[in-house]
């Protein structure tokens, strides 16, 4: 029985970010790389330089399938 074969789904669906955007966030978490981590729609962004408790605004320098990767601006 076929169903249309393999589909590769490389993309997780809509992001809630664009890269090139600005958003206001609230930085809850830390990585373990040190970085800020806020989340839109669930969507996780990691903020360069953001600490816990911050509410910066911040531009996506890049939007990958998982997360996003922003800057305070």
């Known amino acids: 029985m076929s169903y249309g074969g393999f589909r590769r ?5 809509p992001k809630p970010v664009e890269t090139g955007k600005e958003y206001d966030v ?10 800020g981590i806020a989340r839109i729609q669930g969507f996780v962004i990691f903020v360069k330089n ?3 408790g ?3 605004k ?3 320098i890049s ?10 601006v």
């Open 58 to 60: 911040i531009k996506v």
């Open 54 to 56: 911050d509410s910066p």
């Open 63 to 72: 939007v990958g399938n998982r997360f996003a990767i922003g800057e305070i």
């Open 9 to 13: 789904n490389d993309s997780f669906g």
């Open 26 to 35: 609230r930085v809850t978490e830390r990585s373990q790389r040190g970085d």
């Open 50 to 52: 953001g600490k816990v």
